[in-house]
């Protein structure tokens, strides 16, 4: 199974600021199978990021994705006041699917 | 605009069962991959396990927390898949959602990918 470790917990910024979300993962994973979700309290995750680096139709291009083999990240270039949410990578890879644990982004 | 909406949640004591529904509508659900994917009050996602697409052989791959207990089926006439879920334990209690997988095509095969359209869950709690 691949575990997916995403740093940090959690992430103070004020809005206008730059995030940069970590996640690594235990072994490679082929092919760039990594999404990124986000979700905002009491509503279902939306995909952001599908093969490390491609955005989702509708996704802001305030938010990018980059990485390959075993270390990607998620970068939100200026933080608007909807974007405090939490974030979850996903790799697709190998069965079993696995999540990371999350990264909120808070509102310092 | 597709839509995805689960139902068939509810209050179950520990070794019962329930089974959700998740009808699908704005897609070819006779061709999509589709997943049940898990949250625990307060925690993070969780993959339960996904069904492939008839065309690509209509087989399950369950996560193994609840391989032998949850069984996953599709009745594409009705364009709805469902989850039964036996011997259901209290770590069970999550929110449950069914999500469709984007497609990845190589010339000689499909593979089901990240999720691109997701339900909006329902809750499933099991307590004495």
């Known amino acids: 199974e691949i575990v997916l470790t995403q740093s940090p917990g959690t992430l103070s910024l004020s809005i206008g600021e730059r995030a940069t979300l970590s996640c690594r993962a235990s072994q490679s994973v082929s092919s760039n199978f990594l999404a990124w979700y986000q979700q905002k309290p009491g509503q279902a995750p939306i995909l952001l990021i599908y093969?490390?680096?491609s955005r989702a139709t509708g996704i802001p291009d305030r938010f990018s994705g980059s990485g390959s083999g075993t270390d990607f990240t998620l970068s939100i270039s200026r933080l608007e006041p909807e974007d405090f949410a939490v974030y979850y990578c996903?790799?697709?890879?190998?069965?079993?699917?696995?999540f990371g644990g999350g990264t909120k982004v808070e509102i310092k | 605009e597709v839509q995805l909406v689960e139902s068939g949640g509810g209050l179950v004591k520990p070794g019962g069962s329930l089974r959700l529904s998740c009808a699908a509508s704005g897609l070819t659900f006779s061709n999509a991959w589709m997943n049940w994917v898990r949250q625990a009050p307060g925690k993070g996602l969780e993959w339960v396990g996904r069904i492939k697409s008839r065309t690509d052989g209509g087989t399950t791959d369950h996560a193994a927390p609840v391989k032998g207990r949850f069984t996953m089926s599709r009745d594409d006439s009705e364009n709805t898949l469902y989850l039964q879920m036996n011997s259901l334990k209290t770590e069970d209690t999550a929110v449950y959602y069914c999500t469709r997988s984007r497609m990845y095509c190589s010339s000689t095969s499909c593979y089901g990918g990240d999720f691109d359209y997701w339900g909006q869950g329902t809750l499933v709690t099991v307590s004495s």
């Open positions: 996903q790799q697709y890879d190998t069965s079993p699917l696995t």
């Open positions: 093969r490390a680096s």
